[in-house]
């Protein structure tokens, strides 16, 4: 049975439990939220539907769920269902912290039963169930307990009150209705339902779905996605809306990297000790049967880029204290002769308790440099074990850059870069690349207007290279077989191009029939480009 068929199953059993409750009547319970996040939430802080959902499998995570399970309902997504094997939470415990959201309460432990270091508090990150709906329906057991709970939750008022911050005890920002209901005592999991998606959710998803990767199901498994989209040079941005919401909720969640990743034949101890960690917690998330992991995996096999020159990997170690602030990180820097793609990667991903903070390309941990070509060469991860958990916005998608502790790491990090060998290698490999290209684009030219020569019956073509200027750009001596090429003020990218149809005209020149000749060489010349 696939993952599909496991999560059926369970959701079929939880469905006829529900069915069953030991009171029939439901429990009304306050909704209580703080002025400071109620004027954020009701803002919009969850920009995308991935940065959403990532709150709620941070919970799942906090919870030491081994599963995951998203149920999307593509392509119509007119619901929305996640289900995880987590320790569950109690009624006594839900409702609680469900009326003091916001509220300054001390998590008792920083490690979970699992030693998972622990993500956040599991109210502000229910709250991003609001990007798809203002109703849900909230369902967990824990183990050992003969009874779960079903809680009906209501968040529309939050939407509709002032957004000023006021006490939390005059904010009632929406309603629960909970009831019991009977369970066997060794199961545990949290399941949060929605049937009435908000027009918004449906929107982002829908969004070009007809050019969607998925759009067939059971024909794309996740490695193939991401090798595919940086095959096709595309912006994250500008894929279908639920492409986005995969590649987005994969860079972003604590879940695994791709066998390969994040770098193909690199065993550098800072990357091998980073996939050893993800592959520890053992997290596994499935949204729509697809396992979905993290979408970092360099070089493309396109670029031919090799170890020994084209690419390298830097390992960072930050640790520093000074009065008022104290940092404590873990990553890499990733450099390669060419640009990063997809360009979302570009820049370094800071990670707060192995979750991604923003994309890459948003924040200001992009490597400081002049040299803008560099920038677009340059990706890497920063996982930050101390010192930014203050620092972090409620969106936990950006950070308070007024922070000791943010100041410090940039600081930390930018000095790393400058002073270090890392620039030092990047404008050797830059050179080096440049010198390689060099010789191998004029090989590479001079090998194919040698190539369409030959197949016009010029036996034994010779090609020479002119430093002058001439508006011929290329002149054929048909009874010498010389090809003479002036020089051209036009890109290397384009000059074989070039070169090839002013070649294929001058070859057709001689021919019986002209016209048929330069189209069939024009057309030889498309095959070999």
């Known amino acids: 049975m696939n993952e599909s068929g496991n999560f059926a199953l369970i959701a079929s059993q939880m469905d006829k439990m529900l069915e069953h409750p030991i009171e029939p009547q439901y429990v009304p319970y306050p909704l209580r939220v703080s002025g400071k996040v109620i004027k954020q939430i009701s803002t919009g802080i969850y920009r995308s539907p991935g940065n959403s959902i990532k709150e709620l499998i941070s919970n799942s995570f906090d919870a030491d769920a081994t599963h995951v399970y998203v149920i999307t309902r593509k392509p119509s997504f007119d619901s929305f269902r996640?289900?995880?094997?987590?320790?569950?939470?109690?009624?006594?415990?839900?409702?609680?912290?469900?009326?003091?959201?916001?509220?300054?309460?001390?998590?008792?432990?920083?490690?979970?039963?699992?030693?998972?270091?622990?993500?956040?508090?599991?109210?502000?990150?229910?709250?991003?169930?609001?990007?798809?709906?203002?109703?849900?329906?909230?369902?967990?057991?824990?183990?050992?307990?003969a009874k779960g709970f079903e809680a009906k939750v209501d968040m529309t008022p939050m939407f509709e009150v002032e957004t000023e911050a006021r006490p939390l005890e005059e904010l009632t920002a929406g309603s629960i209705q909970l009831r019991m209901y009977s369970k066997p005592v060794e199961q545990h999991y949290t399941s949060i339902i929605v049937k009435d998606v908000s027009d918004s959710w449906k929107a982002q998803l829908q969004s070009d779905f007809e050019d969607s990767y998925f759009r067939k199901p059971d024909t794309m498994d996740y490695e193939t996605f991401v090798k595919q989209v940086q095959k096709d040079q595309s912006r994250v941005s500008q894929l279908a809306g639920y492409d986005q919401f995969l590649w987005e909720l994969g860079l972003l969640s604590p879940v695994r990297y791709l066998d390969d990743g994040p770098v193909k034949g690199v065993y550098d101890n800072t990357i091998l000790e980073l996939k050893k960690r993800m592959e520890s917690y053992n997290l596994n998330l499935y949204v729509d049967n697809i396992e979905v992991r993290k979408p970092i995996l360099f070089p493309l096999e396109e670029d031919e880029l090799q170890l020994d020159g084209g690419y390298g990997v830097y390992p960072l170690r930050i640790e520093k204290k000074k009065e008022n602030a104290e940092v404590k990180a873990l990553g890499y820097v990733y450099h390669q002769a060419v640009r990063i793609l997809p360009p979302e990667l570009r820049g370094i991903l800071p990670r707060i308790q192995n979750v991604g903070i923003g994309l890459p390309i948003e924040n200001r941990f992009r490597i400081l440099?002049?040299?803008?070509?560099?920038?677009?060469?340059?990706?890497g991860e920063l996982y930050v074990e101390e010192g930014l958990d203050a620092a972090l916005n409620i969106d936990r998608s950006s950070f308070f850059e007024a922070d000791p502790s943010f100041i410090l790491l940039q600081e930390e990090l930018e000095k790393t870069f400058k002073e270090g060998r890392i620039i030092k290698?990047?404008?050797?490999?830059?050179?080096?690349?440049?010198?390689?290209?060099?010789?191998?684009?004029?090989?590479?030219?001079?090998?194919?207007?040698?190539?369409?020569?030959?197949?016009?019956?010029?036996?034994?073509?010779?090609?020479?290279?002119?430093?002058?200027?001439?508006?011929?750009?290329?002149?054929?001596?048909?009874?010498?077989?010389?090809?003479?090429?002036y020089n051209v003020a036009i890109r290397k990218a384009y000059e074989k191009m070039l070169l090839g149809v002013i070649l294929c005209y001058q070859l057709s020149r001689y021919a019986k029939n002209p016209d048929a000749m330069f189209y069939q060489r024009l057309n030889e010349l498309i095959l070999k480009l």
């Open 369 to 379: 440099t002049e040299n803008t070509v560099i920038a677009w060469q340059i990706a």
């Open 425 to 485: 290698e990047i404008r050797e490999r830059q050179e080096k690349r440049r010198k390689t290209r060099k010789i191998e684009d004029f090989t590479s030219t001079e090998d194919l207007l040698k190539e369409l020569a030959f197949a016009a019956g010029i036996h034994d073509p010779v090609i020479k290279r002119e430093s002058s200027f001439n508006p011929k750009v290329l002149e054929l001596d048909p009874k010498s077989g010389i090809i003479t090429v």
């Open 82 to 145: 996640i289900y995880d094997d987590g320790d569950g939470i109690s009624a006594n415990e839900f409702t609680a912290t469900m009326q003091r959201i916001g509220a300054s309460v001390k998590i008792p432990e920083e490690r979970t039963r699992k030693g998972r270091p622990i993500i956040g508090r599991i109210g502000i990150g229910l709250l991003a169930v609001g990007h798809i709906s203002k109703r849900f329906t909230f369902v967990s057991g824990k183990e050992g307990d």
